[in-house]
């Protein structure tokens, strides 16, 4: 079973995380990608985080309308920090061992893996996919990667990076899409559209719940 996964504050989700999602599912032929809302984020401080329900809400009316897109509340039932050490394991003991599983995750984020709990164990639950960013040079991710002493080696056969455990590390290339989270909750707070940045489920939810209109620097 060849399962997908992004996980994200998704405050809020946007246009740019479900096209990687779908993009990466439909070229990796993946059965399905699991949205996971974050529960509770140890890198982001809580204060402007919208509540974990609503986040949830808004990954599910977004990908109403994907075949392949599936959201799962998996963080917010555990109680404390969420970390992806703990989803991937829990993947793996609902899904059963035949399960082929891919963390897909932006460049950016990925060269702070270093800062996650057990991030080289990481690398024995999931394939990862790292969807290419601007910036950040074959070179520079290279050195990155070696740094990381988990035992990736290139395979030239299969044109990616394999591990020990028998996953391995693909770089991919999706639309670029400029789309922030932050830039959309800033344009609702100072009442500018966010029309074609967001799903327009997720637009009129914002609206209707009222969500983000507090200015984050006061919590």
């Avoid at 405050?11 to 096209?19: A, D, K």
């Avoid at 989270?181 to 327009?200: D, N, Q, T, Y």
């Avoid at 009129?204 to 919590?219: C, Q, R």
């Amino acid at each position: 079973m060849k399962l997908g996964i992004l996980g994200g504050t998704f405050n809020p989700i946007h246009l740019g995380h479900l096209r990687v999602a779908e993009e990466t599912g439909e070229d990796l032929g993946l059965k399905k990608v699991y949205l996971i809302p974050s529960g509770m984020p140890p890198h982001k401080s809580p204060h402007p985080i919208a509540d974990f329900s609503h986040r949830l809400e808004m990954a599910r009316l977004a990908s109403e309308t994907s075949p392949i897109l599936e959201v799962w509340d998996i963080e917010g039932k555990r109680p404390g920090l969420s970390y992806s050490i703990e989803t991937l394991k829990l993947f793996h003991s609902h899904f059963g061992s035949k399960l082929e599983l891919s963390f897909i995750i932006g460049t950016d984020a990925f060269i702070e893996i270093k800062t996650w709990k057990e991030y080289q164990n990481l690398f024995r639950y999931a394939s990862f996919v790292v969807i290419n960013r601007p910036g950040y040079t074959a070179k520079k991710f290279l050195t990155f990667l070696d740094s990381l002493n988990a035992g990736f080696a290139w395979n030239p056969e299969r044109k990616c990076f394999c591990h020990p455990s028998g996953n391995i590390l693909l770089k991919r290339d999706t639309t670029l899409m400029d789309i922030s989270a932050s830039r959309i909750r800033e344009m609702v707070r100072k009442g500018k559209s966010i029309r074609f940045l967001v799903p327009e489920a997720v637009r009129e939810y914002i609206e209707k719940v009222g969500l983000y209109l507090i200015d984050e620097s006061t919590g």
